[in-house]
Structure formats: C-alpha cells, structure tokens
C-alpha cells in the first residue's frame, strides 16, 4: 500500500490536474457557443436553463454550468430559485443514475499502488459533484422554509424522491443526513397540509429500506428530545411510528419504538389524558409490545401507569389499557391479577359503555373471562354484562347472550346457574368480583330478556333457558336498531310511481278486509260530492231563482191552503227544480 496521509494527497493533485485537463478539452461549435452565451445574457429564464443543461451535455467534466444554477437557486427570485433547483435535481438523477458514488477524497479506502488515471479523475470529479450537492441540500433547506406553500412541497418531494431512489453509500453520509433532516424538521411546520405531507413521505421512504427505517426512527427520536415541541408535531411522530410494519427480527429497534411512545406520553400534560394523543400512544403500545423484549424493570413502570390511566379515562381508552396489560401478562406467562379483574368488574358500570366497539370489546372480554379459574367470578362478570344490557342497544343485548353462550359451551358449570333458585345474596356492591358471591345466585337477568320487545332476542333466551347454544351465521349489523325496524315495519325500497302502480295491480290488497271496504266506499262518497260542488257552483245564478220562486209558493200556501195543497204545492215544486237543472 501506499503512506496514507502523503499518498493520498500526492494523488488527489494528480486527480486535480487531469479534472482540469478534462474540463478544459471542450468540442464545441463555435456558433453553438455564441448562441448559449447570447441565451445566457438576454434569454429569458427557461431559456437560459435550457442552454446550461445543453451545456451539460457537451462536456460533463465542465462543472460551471452546475454553479450558475446554484447561484440562480440561491437568488430570493421565488421562481427562479424553483426553476433552478429542478433543473438541478434532474442533472443529478442523471449523474446518480450510472451507480456513481459520492464521496470524498480522504474517504477513499481501496487504493492500489497502481492507480489508473481514469479512476483518478473519476474520483475527483465525484468528490467535486458531491460539494456541489451540499449546497444543494442547503438550498433544498432554504426551499423547506419558504412561506409559499408549494416551493415548501416541492422541496419535501425533492428531499423525499433523492431518499427513497439512491441509497446511503451512494448519495453520501453528510448528504443522505442533510436531507432526512430537512424532512424530519417539517414534521413541525406550522401548516398542517405541510407537516401531513411530510408524515406520509417519512412513512414511505421507511418501507422501502430497513436503513432508512432505523435511520428515521432516531431521527423522530433527537427530534422529540427537544424542548417547547408542539402537540402536532408530537402527534405526527406518533402517527409516523404507528405506521411502522414490525417484525420479530427487529426486536431493537421495536423495543426503541415502545421507549418512544413512553417518552411522548410522559411529555404530554395530564389534561391530555382523553387527546387523540393518548388514542395513538395505546394503539401504537398495543402493536409493538408482542414484537418488543423490554426489561421488567421498565415494563413495571408501564403496568402501574395503565393502571392509573384506567381510572381517569374513558371506557375506549380504558378497555384498550386493559389490552395492553393482557398483552404484557400474557407474554410473561403471568396470571391476570385481582386488581386487573376489579378493576375491569368496575370499568363495566362505565356511562360510556355503549360507544365502544361492541365486537371488540365482547372478544376482548370473553378472552379474558373464559380463562379464568374461578367460577364464582365467571359468573359476577356474566350478571354484571347482563345488568348493563338492561339498558342498552339490541346489538349489545345480543352479543351478551352469545357472549354467555360461548362461555357455557366450555364450562358446563355455568349452566347450574340458570336453574339454580335465587337467594338474594348476590352482592354487587363489591369490588373485587370473587366475593362478590355470584356462585350461589341464579341468573334472574335471563327472564327479563324473556320478555324483550325484539323479537330474536326472547327467542334466543328462550333457547339458552331451555339449556340449548345459541349460533348464527348472521352479521352483528343485521341485529342492529335500524334493522329490526325496518323489517318490524315491512319497508320497502324507493321506486318510481309507475313500477308502484305495476306492484299494487299485480298485488291487489284482500278483497275481504272491513277497513278497505270501509276506505273504498268513502272514497267513492268523497267523488260524488266533489261533483255536485262543481254542478252547484256552475249554477249558482240558477239556483237563486228557484229558491226565491219556491219560497214565494211556500207563503201563498201557508196564507190560504191545507196540508194536502202544500205537500202537492211542494212535490210541484221539486218536479220544477229537476226540470230547470234538466234545461240547463
């Protein structure tokens, strides 16, 4: 080999010397010269682009094309700047593309003691590239904090695109930093449209490298160890961490994931304890502590803040805390506690109850009391779901009967609870569930049921009191509200009139029904009396007359003429008014 420090500065003078040469050996037309220097003074700014990018093309070893567009980038003209810098970005896709890797001189390890001068010059003109590249990384910076809100987007896609096409040993360490930190910094714009943007963009360059994952992840973590961080950024970290697909060979940095959430937890105040924040913080502990090996003392730590939690949040939060506990039990093979059990016996007398997600919560719970050892708290946890069913949806009813049917079906003791006569010495008021003395009280909440007003759940209690399981292939939506009561009510689906006309002749109602009869012959009353209407109100004129002509007769009979007279004089009358409505 050769001496390290003389050796390598002998050959980076040597590399300078044929850089130069190569830059200088130009092949180019005059007239083309001509024309690009002219473009380049009076030209307009896409022309004077164009012309350094043909520049670029005639001789590659000639950098100053590169510099002149940085200068322009650098400028505080917006679109000039933009202009500029996507010049920029396709000229080094373009010189990226071949495999070529940036890197500095001193960085250089494989020496030979025989150095080809193509390689020399090779290795200068990519360290030349790469401090060119710097700048533009600064640039891309100076883009990131523009107050336009589509130079900031350009330059997150730009930063983003570099990352996600060329990999570290390619693009450099100082770059492949500058611009993940230039992404991870906009995380805490103060536009959301912005710091979303960024998330997404951190989310899928991480899928695409595991490098870039793990170099991600301690960037979001420096980033959350500084001081006066906002809520959003804190939330688009979580958002970013959440989104992570964990594996069990990457049991490291799953265990950095779960320190993260702690951490972000322990920043957030103690009124965030209801905050999206918190929803985020659970989901993400719930995905990453099966794929985690954190130490006891830790996990202690964690166990007592869930159960802190639980008390002062609402029944979502506090249910997915008691899966988080479940979750860290289970793989420390440790048996649920008594202070588990009271305290979700507790969580269930929650107001909130009915917001949760009831298959979730009923699989959760099923889970949890199926495997537990005592049969007198089997049963508290039953008749207490069934004193809460009292006052909920028809979904949550008939998940608690499928819930009871399940658990029966693997402890046959359950069963004597049904039929067992009640002694009143059920004591809900406990709350440790285990002495409570459910083992020595029936199931009275089941007769109630018996007489529901939805039809399917009497029929299923009936079925569970008569000592049969109850299955069904049914979604829990077909047990919904809305359901029975569209069926409840025989509703049909919109059409138009004509297929409505077609479906009543095709389908005539019973011929025999009292109230349609009824309905008909009214209809008909109503017709004929809207017809003399119109026939009175067309002779109204007529009408005057004859009245006024009747009652004139009616005083000369009531002056000098007997009963007899008058009923003639009257039944006249009456034969006169036919024949005038006859005439007209």
């Avoid at 360290?127 to 330059?155: G, N």
């Avoid at 506690?337 to 269930?348: H, R």
Wanted: hydrophobic share 35%.
């Amino acid at each position: 080999g050769i001496n390290a420090e003389y050796g390598v500065m002998a050959l980076h003078e040597k590399a300078k010397k044929l850089f130069l040469n190569a830059k200088n050996n130009k092949k180019v037309n005059k007239k083309d010269e001509l024309w690009i220097h002219s473009v380049l003074n009076k030209g307009t700014l896409s022309d004077k682009v164009a012309a350094l990018i043909v520049k670029s093309n005639e001789n590659p070893y000639d950098l100053d094309f590169l510099d002149q567009l940085l200068k322009m980038s650098l400028k505080r003209n917006q679109r000039e700047s933009q202009t500029a810098a996507d010049a920029i970005k396709e000229i080094l896709f373009n010189f990226l593309q071949n495999g070529r890797k940036l890197q500095f001189f001193k960085e250089i390890n494989d020496w030979k003691e025989e150095t080809s001068e193509n390689l020399l010059l090779e290795y200068y003109f990519n360290e030349e590239l790469l401090k060119r590249f710097l700048i533009y990384c600064q640039v891309l910076e100076q883009l990131s904090t523009h107050h336009l809100t589509h130079v900031r987007i350009f330059a997150i896609k730009t930063s983003s695109n570099f990352l996600s096409n060329f990999k570290k040993e390619i693009i450099s360490n100082e770059v492949y930093s500058q611009l993940l930190n230039c992404l991870v910094n906009k995380l805490g714009d103060s536009e959301k449209k912005i710091s979303s943007l960024t998330c997404y963009q951190l989310i899928s360059i991480s899928h695409s490298s595991f490098q870039l994952k793990k170099d991600a992840i301690h960037s979001i973590e420096l980033l959350l160890n500084r001081k006066n961080l906002t809520l959003r950024t804190k939330y688009q970290c979580l958002l970013f961490l959440n989104q992570q697909i964990l594996n069990k060979y990457e049991i490291d940095l799953n265990n950095q994931i779960v320190l993260l959430y702690f951490s972000i937890f322990e920043s957030i105040s103690n009124d965030q304890s209801e905050s999206k924040h918190l929803s985020a913080i659970l989901t993400g502990l719930r995905r990453a502590l099966p794929y985690s090996n954190i130490n006891n003392q830790k996990l202690e730590q964690i166990i007592e803040t869930l159960y802190k939690l639980i008390d002062i949040t609402n029944f979502n939060k506090g249910i997915q805390c008691f899966m988080i506990l479940h979750i860290i039990f289970k793989k420390k093979n440790i048996c649920q506690t008594t202070k588990f059990y009271s305290k979700l016996y507790n969580k269930l007398l929650e107001p909130t109850i009915g917001n949760c997600n009831y298959s979730v919560f009923f699989h959760f719970l099923f889970q949890i009391v199926s495997r537990d050892s005592l049969i007198g708290r089997q049963i508290a946890f039953v008749k207490r779901i069934f004193q809460v069913s009292f006052y909920q949806n028809n979904d949550f009813v008939l998940l608690s009967l499928f819930f009871f049917s399940k658990l029966t079906s693997q402890n046959e003791q359950l069963w004597q609870s049904i039929n067992r006569s009640e002694l009143n010495c059920f004591n809900n008021q406990i709350a440790d569930p285990q002495f409570s003395n459910a083992e020595n009280s029936c199931l009275w909440e089941l007769n109630v049921f018996v007489y529901h007003f939805n039809p399917t759940i009497r029929v299923y209690t009936k079925s569970i009191l008569s000592g049969n399981s109850i299955t069904t292939n049914a979604s829990l939506n077909d047990f919904s509200e809305t359901n029975f009561l569209n069926i409840f009510s025989k509703k049909k689906p919109k059409t138009n009139k004509d297929a409505f006309f077609k479906n009543n002749q095709k389908n005539p109602l019973p011929q025999n029904d009292e109230h349609i009869e009824k309905f008909k012959n009214l209809k008909i009353v109503f017709k004929k009396r809207n017809r003399l209407n119109d026939e009175v109100k067309d002779n109204q004129e007529d009408d005057g007359n004859l009245k006024k002509m009747i009652e004139k007769e009616m005083l000369e009979l009531s002056s000098d003429s007997d009963e007899d007279e008058i009923g003639k004089r009257f039944i006249d009358s009456e034969e006169l008014k036919k024949r005038l409505k006859t005439k007209n």
